[in-house]
T-cell receptor, first 113, second 116 residues
Framework: AQSVAQPEDQVNVAEGNPLTVKCTYS??????LFWYVQYPNRGLQFLLK??????LVKGSYGFEAEFNKSQTSFHLKKPSALVSDSALYFC???????????FGKGTSLLVTP | EAGVVQSPRYKIIEKKQPVAFWCNPI?????LYWYLQNLGQGPELLIR????????DSQLPKDRFSAERLKGVDSTLKIQPAELGDSAVYLC??????????????FGEGSRLTVL
């Protein structure tokens, strides 16, 4: 079965510092990987995806993610964190049953001033 | 362009009562999903529709949950009777599956259910 793991429940970073939110995946076949962000009392918003091609994927709000096939990882990164980046971040993989996404448990990002 | 619209945003009911959630997907999106999100967890798929056909309902607890998508547009998710453990956020999402499984899902803001 296609699955992702987010090993960190929470990540704390100071504003202006680089941030990384970790995700590892387990798939059979080609991995279709996604990152979503969820602000309080809001739905999930798409950030970026990896389908094929360049291992460094750029997305919304200055976020990027690096696909690493040998480490089966798809970590989310941002060079300089903002307080407004504080939210829940979910990694997801396209499921084996078709088009549905299988989500990780989420990582809470807290950016402090 | 309007996004995925869900209603109600919040619902409080007593256990054993019925409840229904409504979802209007993005215009033209043929695939619709209902997800369940428990507090502190990632969303879990309940059911996926392609047009009006439920193509994956393996995770839907069919003894108390039902869903329909008449005419392949709006969808309703119903719980009858509700149990305390059903308290969660019910998310609806839609996508346009014309690009070989690579498209992203677009989510509504969710319906938060509290069962007392």
């Amino acid at each position: 079965a296609q699955s992702v793991a987010q090993p960190e429940d929470q990540v704390n970073v100071a504003e202006g510092n680089p941030l990384t939110v970790k995700c590892t995946y387990s798939v059979s076949g080609n991995p279709y990987l996604f990152w979503y962000v969820q602000y309080p009392n809001r739905g999930l918003q798409f950030l970026l995806k990896y389908i094929t091609g360049d291992n460094l994927v750029k997305g919304s709000y200055g976020f990027e993610a690096e696909f690493n096939k040998s480490q089966t990882s798809f970590h989310l990164k941002k060079p300089s964190a903002l307080v407004s980046d504080s939210a829940l971040y979910f990694c997801a993989v396209r499921g084996g049953s078709g088009y549905a996404l299988n989500f990780g448990k989420g990582t809470s990002l807290l950016v402090t001033p | 362009e309007a996004g995925v619209v869900q209603s109600p945003r919040y619902k409080i009911i007593e256990k054993k009562q019925p409840v229904a959630f409504w979802c209007n997907p993005i215009s033209g999106h043929n695939t619709l999903y209902w997800y369940l999100q428990n507090l502190g967890q990632g969303p879990e798929l309940l059911i996926r529709y392609e047009n009006e056909e439920a193509v994956d309902d393996s995770q839907l607890p069919k003894d108390r949950f039902s869903a329909e998508r008449l005419k392949g547009v709006d969808s309703t998710l119903k719980i009858q009777p509700a149990e305390l453990g059903d308290s969660a956020v019910y998310l609806c999402a839609s996508s346009l599956e014309d690009d070989v499984s690579t498209g992203e899902l677009f989510f509504g803001e969710g319906s938060r259910l509290t069962v007392l």
